[in-house]
């Protein structure tokens, strides 16, 4: 994990903690061996060779005694020492001065930088997995309100369509009723003609009337007739409607499921995510 701005921030805040209690020189480097902070800001930047080799895992220390130093001007008393989280070297902390004084100091700098590491990694992980929780939230809210509307839109589509069909029903009994009041009619005045026909003999004017009665009474007939075909097709249509309702109905509860077993597995991932998070807050009891 890339150590963060605001960690280098805390070692420059603990470096010059310590230098005003000791009027001691210190740096800090990062992971590539660069001055990230120092007492003298001019020094920032710079590469430093005693952390490149405690970086490359040449040495453990890196150390400068007072003769070293005389002997060389070019460099000065003073110790320096890896800053280590999980195993790896993320970094140096450097201290000049006596080592006597500078070796215990670097390594307790050390040792408190690697800890604030653990604990910028460790808060880190928990805001990541803070994130999933509430994404996996999300997704799960807006899963079930998408069932539920689903639902909702297929029960009101079958209701509408099985009301509908009701109706048409309803229609056809009012014509099948005049149907029957028709032909109750037609049977009279068929009996009626006959009767009529058996007396006419050569005066058939009375029997005229009633086959003309019987006449307009076929196209009564006909004309409800026609009403049934047409109320039955229209039957048959809203029956088709219902057959695609009921299958939407099917294909909804399809969708529903899919939903589900995704609701299932959000609910799996978000268990790991919280038996994550268990076990970073065990992590930092540790």
């Known amino acids: 994990m890339a150590l963060t701005a605001d960690y280098w921030n805390l070692a ?3 470096m010059r903690f310590i230098y005003r209690e000791t009027r001691l020189p210190m740096i800090v480097c990062d992971g590539n061996a660069t001055i990230i902070r120092a007492i003298d800001p001019s020094r ?19 150390v400068v005694t007072a003769e070293e130093a005389a002997a060389n001007p070019l460099i000065k008393e003073g110790y320096n020492c890896p800053i280590i989280d999980a195993g790896q070297r993320i970094g140096t902390f450097g201290v000049g001065g006596p080592i006597k004084i500078t070796r215990p100091v670097g390594k307790v700098a050390a040792m408190v930088l690697a800890s604030w590491a653990k604990e910028a990694k460790q808060q880190a992980m928990l805001h990541h997995i803070a994130t999933r929780i509430v994404t996996q939230s999300d997704q799960m ?13 297929i029960e009101n589509t079958i209701a509408d369509r099985v009301s509908e069909g009701l109706n048409k029903v309803k229609a056809t009994d009012s014509i099948l009723n005049k149907i029957h009041q028709i032909s109750q009619q037609s049977h009279i005045l068929s009996i009626n003609g006959s009767v009529e026909a058996s007396r006419a003999g050569e005066h058939g004017r009375a029997f005229a009337v009633v086959a003309e009665q019987m006449t307009e009474l076929a196209g009564a007939t006909r004309t409800a007739a026609a009403d ?9 249509a809203v029956i088709g ?12 509860s399809h969708e529903q499921l899919e939903l ?5 597995a959000n609910v799996a991932t978000l268990q790991e995510s919280i038996s994550d998070l268990e076990k970073q807050f065990n992590r930092k009891l540790d």
């Open 44 to 62: 920032i930047g710079s590469p430093h060779s005693g952390s490149q080799q405690i970086l490359s895992g040449a040495v453990d220390e890196y």
């Open 260 to 264: 589900m077993s995704a609701l299932i």
């Open 228 to 236: 049934i075909l047409k109320t039955l097709e229209e039957i048959r």
């Open 141 to 153: 809210r807006t899963q079930l309100d998408q069932a539920a509307d689903k639902a909702a839109q």
């Open 241 to 252: 409607n219902i057959h695609d309702a009921s299958n939407q109905a099917a294909t909804g």
């Open 12 to 14: 420059d805040r603990l």
